[in-house]
């Protein structure tokens, strides 16, 4: 079993700051990548940011520099800065994970809430 847990999302003024963190356990080999999403009401789930095991990043479209993603064996960090009302979602973890013997699949966590009042 493979476990992704999200940490650290909260209500937070326009301009604010916000750091998720995101911790993954279980019968874990390797893990290739880890990334965030998010999906806020009446969208569709988006890409926020991603990391390789190689340390490559990527970004959403949405995200116009504010966001950093950091790793750190199996966490990952997600640091948003001069949030808006437009981030409020709910934020989930999700990781491309090597179990032994298996190809690596795609685990996500139950998401945590993202609140940025205007």
């Known amino acids: 079993q493979v476990r992704l847990v999200e940490s650290g999302g909260g209500l937070v003024q326009a301009g604010g700051s916000l750091r998720l963190s995101c911790a993954a356990s279980?019968?874990?080999?390797?893990?290739?990548?880890m990334a965030w999403h998010r999906q806020a009401p009446r969208k569709s789930r988006e890409l926020v940011a991603r990391v390789t095991d190689r340390g490559d990043t990527d970004y959403g479209d949405s995200m116009n520099g504010r966001f950093t993603i950091s790793r750190d064996n199996a966490m990952v960090y997600l640091q948003m800065n001069s949030l808006e009302p437009e981030d409020t979602a709910v934020y989930y973890c999700?990781?491309?994970?090597?179990?032994?013997?298996?190809?690596?699949?795609?685990?996500w966590g139950q998401g945590t809430q993202v609140t940025v009042s205007s």
């Open positions: 999700a990781a491309d994970v090597v179990v032994v013997g298996r190809p690596f699949k795609t685990y």
């Open positions: 279980g019968s874990i080999w390797h893990i290739k990548s």
